[in-house]
């Protein structure tokens, strides 16, 4: 409604009906899109959605890791696919996170190690590329992690 009253204050003006801006004085109404959706699952659900993962499996092991990253670190969807095997200096334990033109360094938390650690040797095809979270024959792209994942995922990613 606001904003259809302030295009026409605009159009009253530029037509010579009215001299002044009108259309400044309407209040600007915040529009939030998809309130609905929430902005974190809770701490309940996260527990039950990795307990649910079957960790016996090579694509369990991958998605358990993932999950773990995205829920204990808070990073992005776009930087958990881009993750590289040198972004991990075991040494120190932090992880290099590049994102959003930055790049950020991240302790390793040891439950989210041990699960990155148990996908790379126990599951993670063999591969030339250097990514972390790869599918048998290509690397796992964001759209993928989505479709399998659906709002877990789409709700890290904000």
């Known amino acids: 409604m606001t904003t259809a009253l302030r295009s026409f204050f605009q159009?009253?003006?530029?037509?010579?009906?009215i001299t002044l801006d009108l259309a400044a004085a309407v209040p600007i109404v915040a529009n939030w899109s998809m309130t609905s959706i929430p902005?974190?699952?809770?701490?309940?659900?996260?527990?039950?959605?990795?307990?649910?993962?079957?960790?016996?499996?090579?694509?369990g092991r991958r998605d358990y890791a993932i999950l773990l990253v995205l829920a204990r670190l808070g990073l992005r969807a776009g930087?958990?696919?881009s993750l590289e095997l040198d972004d991990i200096?075991?040494?120190?334990?932090?992880l290099t996170v590049r994102g959003k033109g930055?790049?950020?360094?991240?302790?390793?938390?040891p439950d989210v190690g041990k699960a990155i650690?148990?996908?790379?040797?126990?599951?993670r095809p063999s591969a030339r590329l250097g990514v972390f979270f790869c599918a048998p024959r290509h690397r796992l792209e964001v759209s993928t992690a989505?479709?399998?994942?659906?709002?877990w995922f789409d709700i890290a990613s904000s």
């Not at 200096?89 to 932090?94: A, I, P, R, S």
């Not at 989505?146 to 709002?151: D, E, N, T």
């Open 11 to 17: 159009y009253a003006r530029m037509r010579g009906e």
């Open 39 to 59: 902005r974190a699952i809770t701490a309940e659900q996260t527990q039950k959605l990795l307990a649910s993962i079957d960790r016996k499996s090579s694509m």
């Open 79 to 81: 930087e958990v696919m």
């Open 89 to 94: 200096d075991w040494n120190t334990g932090e």
């Open 102 to 109: 930055r790049r950020s360094q991240l302790p390793l938390a």
């Open 117 to 123: 650690a148990a996908y790379l040797r126990h599951g």
């Open 146 to 151: 989505q479709a399998a994942w659906g709002p």
